[in-house]
C-alpha cells in the first residue's frame, strides 16, 4: 500500500489504497459535514444547504396541477379514495387516501412514504392497501420490513386522514427503461436499480437531483393534503421508513405543511457512511450540493419548531452504529440550541433494518400526541 497507507488517518475498506482521499478532501474543506461530534454552523447554514439541495425553488410549483378522484373504495374499515394530479412533468401521479370508514369530520392529516427498498415496480402499495389489495409481488417487502401488515391503513383505522403518493421514480411515477418488460416486475426492479444512476445524471444535468425531485413532488403532495376539506387544519404530519425516512427528513426540513415528522431508520451521518455503507444507498441520500455544505442529520436539524421522532434500528445493516450515534448527537445539539417548540426524540430498536409493529406503536403515540388526533 506505501505512500497512501502511511497518509491516511484511518483506513477504509471501501476504499482501499485511496483512503487518504478522505483526509486530503477535508483538509481542503471539500465536504461541509465532520468526522468529529461539533456541528458545522448553525441552524440557518443548515437551512440554507437544505433549500439550495432539495428546495423548494423560487416560482416552483406549490400545488398539484389538475387533481381527479379516479375512484372510491371502502375496505376493511377504510374509506379511501384513488387520486392523480399533475407535477407540471412526466406521467400523472397517483395516490391512496385512507380514512376511518364512516368517518365525516376533519381529522388529522398525514403523509406515509413508502420505503425505496430496491424495488420500483411499485409505490403506494409497499405500505397501504388501495381498492384491489396488495399485489402479490409487494408481500416479501411487508414481510421484511414492515412486519406484514400495511401500516398505512392501520394509521389511517386509528383516526387520520391518510395521503400515500407514489414517489418519483416508483409506481405511476417510474421511469420507462429500454428493453425491459412493462409487466415483468422483478426485472424492471433489477433493471430499474441498476438505472437510478442514469437517471440522477439526466438530473444533474438539468440542474437537479434525483433527490431534490423526489422531495419536490412530496411537498406537493403535502399542499395537497393539508387543503383538503377532511383534513383538520394547522398542518400534516409525515413518516416513512428508509428511503421513506429520507423523504420524512426532506418535508421536516423543506415543507411548511409540516408540524410533525417520523423518520425511520434513515439517519446517520455522512462520516458513518463512509467505510461500508455508501454502495447500497438509493441517490436520493446524496443529493447535488448537499454533503458539499452540510451533514444529513444538521439538513434535517435545521427546523427546530416542530418536533421530529427518529427511530434507529441498532442492528441496520445500512448504517454503521457510529454514523447513527453522531446523527442522534446532531439532532439534540440542534434541538436544545434552539427551542422553539420542537422537541426531539432518537430511540434506539434492537432491530436490522425495519418498521416493525413496535416500531410503528411508538410512531402512531408520537403522532398521536403532536398532531392533537381526536380520541
Given amino acids: 500500500m506505501g505512500d ?29 459535514w465532520r468526522r468529529d461530534d461539533a456541528p458545522v454552523g448553525g441552524r440557518a447554514r443548515w437551512a440554507t444547504a437544505a433549500r439550495q ?32 394530479w399533475d407535477v407540471g412533468f412526466g406521467p400523472r401521479s397517483v395516490a391512496f387516501v385512507l380514512r376511518p370508514a364512516g368517518e365525516d369530520g376533519p381529522l388529522p392529516g398525514v403523509v406515509a412514504l413508502h420505503c425505496h427498498g430496491g424495488f420500483k415496480y411499485y409505490g403506494k ?46 409506481g405511476s411515477r417510474r421511469v420507462s427503461i429500454a428493453g425491459v418488460d412493462e409487466h415483468d416486475v422483478a426485472g424492471y426492479n433489477a433493471a430499474a436499480v441498476a438505472h437510478e444512476h442514469v437517471v440522477e445524471k439526466h438530473c444533474r444535468l438539468l440542474g437537479t437531483s434525483f433527490g431534490a425531485l423526489v422531495a419536490r413532488e412530496d411537498r406537493i403532495a403535502a399542499a395537497y393534503l393539508q387543503r383538503r376539506s377532511d383534513v383538520a387544519a394547522g398542518g400534516v404530519g409525515c413518516i416513512g421508513l428508509s428511503g421513506g425516512g429520507f423523504r420524512a427528513g426532506a418535508l421536516h426540513a423543506t415543507c411548511p405543511s409540516i408540524v410533525a415528522s417520523v423518520v425511520v431508520a434513515m439517519m446517520s451521518s455522512y462520516g458513518g457512511l463512509v467505510d461500508d455503507h455508501v454502495a447500497r444507498h438509493t441517490w436520493m441520500l446524496y443529493p447535488d450540493a448537499l454533503p458539499v455544505s452540510a451533514d444529513w442529520p444538521e439538513v434535517v436539524g435545521s427546523r427546530t419548531d416542530i418536533p421530529l421522532f427518529v427511530q434507529y434500528a441498532a442492528r441496520d445493516e445500512l448504517f454503521s452504529r457510529e454514523g447513527m450515534d453522531q446523527a442522534d448527537r446532531i439532532l439534540g445539539y440542534a434541538f436544545a440550541a434552539d427551542r422553539r417548540g420542537g422537541d426531539y426524540t432518537g430511540r434506539f430498536y434492537p432491530v436490522p433494518h425495519c418498521f416493525d409493529p ?18
Fill in 53 to 84: 439541495a432539495l428546495g423548494p425553488r423560487s416560482g416552483d410549483l406549490e400545488y398539484p396541477i389538475s387533481v381527479r378522484t379516479e375512484r372510491r373504495f371502502r375496505r376493511g374499515g377504510i374509506d379511501g379514495e384513488v387520486v392523480s
Fill in 358 to 375: 413496535a416500531m410503528q406503536a411508538d410512531a402512531f403515540s408520537f403522532l398521536a400526541e403532536a398532531l392533537g388526533r381526536r380520541e
Fill in 125 to 170: 402499495e409497499k405500505i397501504a392497501d388501495g381498492p384491489d389489495g396488495a399485489p402479490p409481488e409487494v408481500a416479501a417487502v411487508r414481510d421484511q420490513l414492515y412486519g406484514g401488515v400495511a401500516y398505512a391503513n392501520l394509521l389511517a383505522e386509528q383516526g387520520y386522514v391518510v395521503l400515500v403518493p407514489d414517489a418519483f421514480g416508483f
Fill in 4 to 32: 497512501a497507507t502511511a497518509r491516511a488517518k484511518r483506513h477504509y475498506a471501501a476504499l482501499g489504497d485511496f483512503s487518504d482521499l478522505v483526509d486530503l478532501a477535508e483538509r481542503h474543506g471539500w465536504f461541509g
